[in-house]
């Protein structure tokens, strides 16, 4: 009996702990809005739509993050895999006023070997940049790591 009191408290204490430990913004900040990645699917059949700059640096990946609203140059990678044509990926370059308290995030639309991407509002989906329509081409051999840092240093995340 001991033992299954002290293995509840166990068990509830690690679930509080675990739970307050995530990063969880359920409000926006003032004068910030929120941004969120697209990710579809698993493994060989997974197609990913990402920010792929933090803090003027190339990232592989980031959770919904807040940035201070106002005007933003963004750099996106789209990285798409599949069984039938392996990977192929594409650079997309938005410049567009993003308005405080609000949630955005990517989206995109697939035809043979182009890819469409925007930024749309959370709430209603309405387009909150332009559609930029790129070729998926097979990535490089060796990545050019120095085209990717200069887009980020350019960029305004």
């Not at 675990?18 to 698993?42: A, M, Q, V």
């Not at 592989?60 to 789209?78: F, R, T, V």
């Not at 410049?95 to 043979?112: A, F, M, P, Q, V």
């Amino acid at each position: 009996m001991k033992n299954i009191k002290v293995l509840l408290i166990l068990a509830l204490g690690t679930s509080i702990w675990g739970c307050s430990t995530f990063p969880f913004e359920k409000t926006i900040k003032d004068g910030h809005f929120k941004f969120t990645n697209l990710h579809e699917g698993r493994g060989s059949n997974s197609q990913t739509v990402y920010l792929m700059c933090w803090k003027n640096r190339p990232t592989l990946w980031s959770e919904p993050k807040q940035y201070l609203a106002g005007e933003h140059d963004l750099w996106i990678k789209a990285v798409i895999h599949s069984r039938m044509d392996g990977m192929k990926e594409a650079y997309a370059n938005f410049k567009t006023n993003l308005s405080g308290n609000k949630s955005y995030r990517l989206n995109k639309k697939i035809e043979d070997n182009k890819i469409s991407i925007w930024i749309e509002d959370v709430a209603n989906g309405s387009l909150a940049s332009e559609v930029l329509v790129r070729d998926l081409k097979l990535p490089p051999v060796v990545e050019d790591n120095y085209l990717q840092i200069n887009r980020c240093k350019e960029g305004s995340v």
